[in-house]
């Protein structure tokens, strides 16, 4: 297959939860944003020097790679691997960047303020993560929480997230009268344990449970 027919089938899938195009990067900083949400996530491409509506707008492909480069390594952390390849089309060159799910997370960028942030890709969005998913993948990585818990603070938990409207965090602390911090924590074993879900609505981290 040569690179025209290739990148016009990607191109044709549009931005979505795996894939999202670039037309230049200038900004290493929100570069590293859709690293972290990617590797974060399902792991994902950046088609670099396509525009919004699909069109080839080419890079400089030498400078866009170091650019990329600086993203993973000096703006994520830990630093994501990214594997490169380049591509002719047109007279253009487009890069395509590769991400993949990151072994150690939360991949970690810095924001437009110096703090450093994990992202979830959310459709064809990139997403600050909530505390709780940072308790998973804290959990996780710990091996905490391997066997489920059920006491009175998971139980009022529970029945809190017993309705038919998703409730955020705030909204589940006040209802379950328990504390953030352990709402939190029970929330990360209960969505392990496939008890509890999250969803996320009008720019809103929302909690259920998985049987609602």
């Not at 007279?91 to 942030?117: L, M, S």
């Not at 589940?172 to 008890?195: D, E, H, N, T």
Request: glycine content about 8%; hydrophobic content about 40%.
């Amino acid at each position: 297959m040569d690179d025209k027919r290739y990148l016009t089938g990607l191109i044709s899938e549009g931005e979505h939860q795996q894939q999202d195009f670039k037309y230049k990067i200038t900004d290493a900083c929100k570069l590293a944003h859709s690293v972290s949400a990617f590797a974060n996530t399902d792991g994902g491409r950046l088609l670099i020097g396509v525009r919004d509506d699909g069109h080839l707008s080419g890079v400089r492909s030498e400078e866009e790679i170091f650019m990329m480069k600086e993203a993973a390594g000096a703006y994520c952390s830990p630093a994501a691997p990214i594997s490169f390849e380049t591509f002719h089309a047109e007279g253009r060159t487009i890069v395509i960047a590769t991400v993949p799910v990151a072994t150690q997370k939360p991949v970690k960028a810095v924001d437009e303020e110096g703090r450093r942030r994990a992202y979830i890709r959310i459709a064809d969005e990139n997403i600050v993560a909530s505390p709780v998913h940072l308790r998973i993948w804290h959990d996780e990585a710990s091996k905490r929480g391997q066997l489920y818990r059920h006491g009175e603070a998971e139980h009022q938990v529970m029945a809190a997230l017993d309705t038919d409207t998703p409730l955020t965090l705030s909204q589940l602390v006040r209802k379950a009268k328990v504390g953030r911090y352990q709402a939190i924590a029970i929330l990360s074993r209960l969505i392990r344990f496939g008890l509890a879900r999250w969803v996320y609505s009008d720019g809103r981290f929302l909690f259920q449970r998985t049987d609602k």
